[in-house]
């Protein structure tokens, strides 16, 4: 039988310690296997990110759409860390704050690719 660990024991875990490690071990291996594509992803998205405002607004619109961009950006860089301590401390572990976090980037994709109204997208293809 193999050993069990002793603070799994302690815990009342009835996993052996072994296959834990392997477990974490393949998980480990794993995540950061995709991470180069985690990165390829979220790098590639900036430059159409911050095409959006010049081919959608005109005249001084530009500037206002990447002044309140940059404007949410910092707010999201103040916010977002206070949030990610705070719900640390309520659970003790900052997996739900990562999940918050990911959540509420999705939502923003969401919002943009629903928000652009047709007609304004089919002006920028037009230009």
Known sequence: MPAISTTAAMAGDPVPATSRIDHDSLIRKVAWRLMPLVMICYLSSIPAFWALPPRLLAGAGPASG????????????????????????????????????GAASIVCAILVVKALPAAAMKAARGR
């Open 66 to 101: 990447i002044a309140l961009i940059s404007t949410l950006g910092q707010l999201g860089g103040i916010v977002g860390p206070v949030l990610a301590g705070r719900i640390k401390d309520l659970t003790g572990s900052t997996t739900p704050a990562l999940h918050v976090i």
